[in-house]
């Protein structure tokens, strides 16, 4: 079994614990290369792409679309066809006694108590112990006033499906307390706090037990087990008295608790299928300019290694200074999105190892005198990037009357092949449609790709205290084979001190890249 090889959740980011997978790129039997997309994984703070390490045939899958695993979890194992099925089952089997569920830092637990994560167990300080735990009711689901609001993702810790839970039932996290590591808040906890504050949960009957072998009813908070299986032995109404202990250093593992379904009540509930009816739907075929642009971003994608960093910018003195604009100087109407293109152009003319293109055919580094600024337009039949040509040397007018014109132009279908074909950098603006924050895909052979959200007020702190700013957050996304962090890093810093110092935008950009 030497020659079976595993793919393993990663961990992206010294916060990251555990990850939920959203998506399977490729099916079994399949081949990739290496840096080929796998899945897709996400965690509290992203969704991200995990690409090959290696190049192989995905042999058999182990985690399934909707788990929720840890760093190091084994999601799949990668073999030739020389390997028999027989020797992937072993393989598999081996894995269930091997591979720890929780953490490698962190210490192993006694028998008579656990430490890991209590990711499914509740928070003693707010609901009594989980023997006590009030049955979940059978309906819909009551949250009592208390709880109710709205919460700001960036403001708590919280698992992906805690996040989702909240928005659906219109809970404010910051009033649940969390019981995982740095008082994480899972959805156990969520729907704890619920129970605990006078409502309750939702649930389907209770299955109908087979009575195949007895039932243990006592507390089982105290047998050691994996994050993974006491949460997975909850959501089955398992009691871990009633499993084995073949998991690492004696503790109760995933594969101990679906024996133990199996052995209790026939099949485990989580794995049983679920009644489908025909749902109507309509197929629309993919029009020629959808097929280019999914050729283009899935190409970017799999072959430019992504990186992205983000930046808050302060809007109150240029909001001011269009305000002004617009009001003094007649027939002049310019928009945020006008001055901020403006403003990537004389940013990249300081920073110029951004303004780039990569050449794959020659390995080669196309490095750019004037910025051509592409803009995203929205069409009913996909996404155009008609390009504003040496914007960096044009004022701000000039540049509103230029995005205004091509936008009539794409919009009507009327734009010629070089007037949307190059450009040395992207913007991506979704800030009119209400969204916060995003990462756009780079458009090859660009490298770099700046996306903009919506510009809001915001509390910060200033001089100290904490006072209310128009703010608006900007992700850049660069393409790490031609593009460092440091230089992404400074493009940004350059682009923050142009927007919040907007008469900058009015010196002549040679002038101003001296000043740097």
């Not at 219109?170 to 729907?191: C, F, H, M, T, W």
């Not at 280019?292 to 003195?317: N, W, Y």
């Not at 403003?343 to 004037?370: G, H, K, W």
């Amino acid at each position: 079994m030497s020659d079976i090889r595993t793919l393993e959740m990663p961990k992206w980011g010294l916060s990251m614990e555990e990850g939920v997978l959203a998506r399977w790129a490729i099916q079994e039997g399949d081949r990739f290369a290496k840096g080929q997309e796998i899945c897709e994984i996400e965690t509290s703070k992203i969704v991200n792409v995990l690409e090959a390490p290696f190049a192989g045939t995905l042999r058999r899958i182990i985690a399934r679309v909707g788990d929720t695993l840890p760093v190091g979890a084994v999601l799949a194992l990668v073999a030739d066809s020389s390997v028999s099925d027989a020797e992937l089952d072993a393989f598999a089997a081996s894995l269930a006694a091997a591979q720890p569920a929780a953490p490698a830092t962190q210490p192993a637990a006694p028998a008579t108590q656990t430490t890991e994560p209590a990711v499914a167990a509740v928070a003693p300080s707010i609901v009594p112990a989980p023997a006590n735990k009030p049955a979940a009711s059978i309906g819909q689901t009551e949250v009592p006033t208390s709880l109710q609001g709205i919460t700001d993702p960036t403001q708590v810790n919280a698992t992906p499906h805690a996040l989702r839970q909240s928005a659906r039932l219109g809970v404010d996290l910051k009033k649940v307390q969390g019981s995982g590591r740095g008082e994480r808040i899972s959805v156990a906890d969520l729907e704890s706090a619920i129970v605990a504050a006078g409502g309750r949960i939702a649930s389907p009957p209770p299955p109908v037990r087979s009575g195949k072998a007895p039932r243990s009813h006592t507390d089982d908070s105290q047998v050691s087990a994996t994050p993974l299986a006491r949460r997975l032995a909850n959501k089955l109404g398992i009691n871990l008295h009633d499993c084995r202990k073949s998991g690492s250093l004696g503790r109760v593992s995933r594969d101990d608790v679906l024996a133990a379904a199996l052995l209790l009540d026939g099949l485990p509930q989580a794995g049983a299928p679920q009644a489908t009816s025909a749902t109507a739907f309509e197929t629309l075929p993919m029009s020629s300019m959808r097929r280019a642009i999914a050729g283009r971003l899935q190409m970017s994608k799999q072959h430019a290694p992504h990186f992205r960093l983000t930046v808050d910018l302060d809007l109150e003195r240029l909001l001011a200074l269009r305000k002004e604009i617009n009001s003094e100087v007649p027939g002049v109407k310019i928009s945020v999105n006008d001055m901020l293109v403006k403003a990537c152009a004389m940013a990249l003319i300081t920073v110029p190892d951004v303004n780039i293109q990569f050449d794959e055919a020659t390995q080669s580094i196309r490095r750019f005198a004037d910025a051509d600024i592409s803009v995203a337009v929205a069409l009913p039949d996909g996404l155009i990037t008609p390009i504003v040509r040496s914007a960096n040397s044009r004022s701000i007018s000039d540049i509103s009357n230029e995005v205004h014109s091509l936008i009539t132009k794409a919009r009507a279908g009327m734009l010629k092949p070089e007037e949307f074909q190059g450009g040395t950098f992207s913007v991506s603006n979704l800030g009119m449609l209400g969204v916060r924050q995003f990462d756009a895909i780079i458009n090859p052979p660009q490298g770099a790709i700046l996306a903009i959200g919506a510009g809001e007020p915001r509390a910060v702190v200033r001089d100290g205290q904490i006072v209310v700013r128009h703010q608006l957050t900007v992700s850049l996304s660069c393409d790490h084979r031609v593009i460092d962090g440091a230089s992404g890093a400074a493009f940004l810093q350059a682009l923050k001190r142009l927007v919040e110092t907007p008469t900058l935008l009015f010196i002549e950009e040679t002038s101003y890249a001296r000043q740097i």
